[in-house]
């Protein structure tokens, strides 16, 4: 009985071989939430580079795009004067109205523009011109100015008479201008931009008022 008293007991090994302590347990959790974390932030940071990359692209093609200004006439066209004096074959005309030169301006910037002349002719003979003064277009708006203008015929004594047209009572002109400018963006970047005016009005030369206006 005394042999069996004296005899020590050892602990039984893990069934592995490697007993593991819960110090490194925990370490190997404590690796493993890091690697975690590191892989969630790689996709946050990819994403963000995407939606950046997303952001530059569409601020480039809308923002940063430089649009060319259109300039035509406004249908507001007010007649002070249409007078029409000599013989069938050979009138004379003499017009003063007051029209509106709008331009469009559709970029994120203002348009800058330089004094010009708008042209007058009918059948490609001149019959009158008015300056249009420097001005700026906003940033997507509109600038309209008005501007008077005063016609006259002596000019067409070698061209074909406008008696046939009066006589239905309507007289077709062309207005040209050509315009030149900058367009402004973000306060830094300055692009030159040029656009023309190229319309065709149609005067009702009985009730002296606008019958048609097409702008290309």
Partial sequence: MAEKTNQQVYPLAPSNGNPRS??????????????????????????????????????????????????????????????????DTSPSINITFIAQVRVKNTNFGPYKYDETTAIFTYQNVKVGEVTIPKGKAGLRSTKKVSVTVDLNSDALQTTPSPGNDLKNGVLTLNCRAKFTGKVELMFVMKKKKATEMNCKMTIDSTSKTLKDLICE
Avoid: C, H
Avoid at 28 to 55: D, M, P
């Fill in 22 to 87: 819960d110090q490194e347990s925990n370490t190997l959790q404590s690796k493993e939430l890091k690697r975690k974390k590191r892989v969630k932030l790689a996709i946050y940071i990819a994403a963000f580079a995407v939606f950046q990359t997303i952001v530059i692209l569409v601020f480039a093609l809308t923002v940063m795009r430089v649009r060319t200004p259109k300039v035509r006439l406004g249908t507001d066209v007010t007649f002070s004067k249409l007078n029409t004096t000599g013989n």
